[in-house]
């Protein structure tokens, strides 16, 4: 980064997990038995876990604290109003529906939303997202821009929406069959990319000519926020906290899953500003996750994700958490090995299409890839390429990504810098050992979110 002083850690470690490291036979074994998919890997048999930062955040003392304030009453709950309050106070939206974690707020604003036949632009699909969305009877449309699908391209704000791309599809469609277009900040599956407050307003202003909403996934809006803080002129000396609550300004709605940005373990929210979708959406609520004052979280859990709010949009805790991240890509970037470039928020995403050019992607280089990452160090990732693609859901066939992924996304606050190094050094071991990698085949493919369930069998 353009600092020069170490990104390290604002906080020192008061209690500790141990983790253990099982033989390479053991682990040969232990994917053997998980059909190749790390998702069905058990922790235990897992030495660092990058898997995913969903959930898997260390929360502070003073989160921990939170939990003995848990008021779990059925209705009406303490730890509600002061999560509503530190949602107003930090995003600015009016009214929030709290949901078990973030699918289910996406569940609820696209039945909400969505009519069988509408198209629903967004940057870039992702998973839980556009399966909701389609769910409904809606189509999602890829509006980022090109460079987004371009690893190697530096452009600094790849997850920018196309306008010219947006435009002509609503005046392809006509406004009346876009609901909204969703807007995620630190686009998950173009590798951690932010989106440019400019490109943003741009945004708002299209769809305000036109009559349509923005709802915002703003799973990752803080650290998207620092990048914007790094890398867009005119925002140096905001704070992270200002540009986060500049972001929520400009959309209607927004889903959150607070296991990422909010340092909790479950947990999210819909939040909304129009009053009549609000009482909707606790009606709804109601049904699939329970009364609009809990929405599927006990009241301990909501006391901690007000005080994750809080803690996730401090400049040093975002500063250190996205350190971390740079300082592993940099790290694996420097022994010559593909990644995605510039480097993500959340995770160092390694590119399997030119780590493993001898392997077509019928033969699932990324999941391949993070199977044989497993097998030589303990370290799991997770595919994002094909398998997570799908198939398309008129024709059946596989959808080709352009991006061919496996992605090492880092715990907020867990690991060390040691563990970094470790990671660094079993990629390259991987990477000079890439030619003995032969690819995988599936064996069982489940109907819905394939990667999650999915078993394999080595080529
Ligand atoms: C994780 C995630 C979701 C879904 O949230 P869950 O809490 O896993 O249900 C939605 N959007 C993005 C960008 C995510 O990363």
């Not at 170490?6 to 020192?12: D, F, G, H, L």
């Not at 009519?115 to 189509?139: I, S, W």
């Not at 160090?377 to 997570?388: C, D, F, K, P, Y």
Request: glycine content about 8%; some cysteine; aromatic content about 8%.
């Amino acid at each position: 980064m353009q600092n020069k002083r170490s990104w390290a850690e604002p906080y020192k470690i008061k209690m500790v997990e141990p983790v253990r490291m099982i033989t390479r036979e053991q682990r040969q074994k232990a994917i053997e038995e998980a059909g190749y998919n790390t998702f069905l890997l058990r922790s235990r048999d897992v030495y660092i876990d990058l898997l995913t930062d969903s959930g898997t955040s260390a929360m502070s003392d003073r989160q921990w604290a939170g939990m003995m304030l848990g008021d779990e009453a059925y209705a009406g709950s303490e730890n509600f109003y002061h999560l509503e309050e530190v949602i107003r106070e930090y995003y600015g939206y009016t009214y929030i529906v709290p949901t078990h974690q973030g699918r289910a707020a996406e569940h609820i604003i696209s039945q909400l939303m969505i009519k069988e036949g509408d198209f629903v632009p967004g940057n870039m699909y992702f998973t839980t997202t556009r399966l909701h969305q389609e769910l409904a009877g809606g189509t999602f449309v890829d509006v980022i821009i090109d460079e987004a699908h371009d690893p190697e391209n530096q452009h600094p704000f790849k997850a920018n929406i196309d306008l010219q791309k947006l435009e002509d599809l609503i005046k392809e469609k006509g406004p009346e069959r876009i609901p909204y277009v969703t807007v995620s900040t630190s686009v998950n599956m173009a590798g951690g990319q932010p989106i440019s407050l400019e490109n943003l307003r741009q945004v708002r202003q299209l769809c305000n000519s036109y009559g349509i909403k923005i709802v915002h996934d703003m799973t990752r809006v803080a650290e998207n926020a620092w990048f914007i803080k790094q890398r867009e002129p005119g925002f140096e000396n905001w704070t992270v906290a200002a540009i986060v609550k500049e972001i929520c300004s400009l959309t209607d709605a927004a889903t959150m899953s607070a296991k990422k940005d909010a340092l909790v373990n479950i947990g999210g929210f819909l939040a909304l500003n129009d009053e009549n979708l609000y009482n909707l959406a606790c009606n709804m609520v109601v049904v699939y996750e329970g009364l609009h004052t809990y929405g599927g979280m006990a009241g301990r859990d909501m006391e901690a994700l007000a005080i994750g709010i809080t803690e996730s949009v401090q400049e040093d805790h975002i500063r250190a958490r996205v350190g971390q991240v740079q300082y592993l890509g940099e790290k694996i970037k420097a022994m010559g090995i593909p990644i995605v470039e510039p480097i993500g928020s959340h995770g160092v995403f390694l590119d399997a299409k030119r780590i493993l050019p001898h392997l077509s992607q019928d033969k699932l280089p990324a999941q391949s890839l993070a199977a044989a990452l497993y097998l030589d160090a303990g370290i799991r990732g997770m595919e994002r390429g094909v398998v997570s693609s799908g198939r398309n859901k008129d024709t059946g066939e596989h959808i080709y990504p352009k991006l061919e992924l496996v992605r090492l996304t880092i715990p907020r606050r867990v690991y060390t810098q040691a563990h970094m190094d470790v990671v660094a050094e079993s990629v390259q071991a991987v990477y000079e050992e890439r030619e003995a990698i032969t690819g995988l085949n599936f064996v069982y493919e489940p109907e819905y979110l394939r990667f999650f369930q999915s078993r394999f069998a080595v080529i």
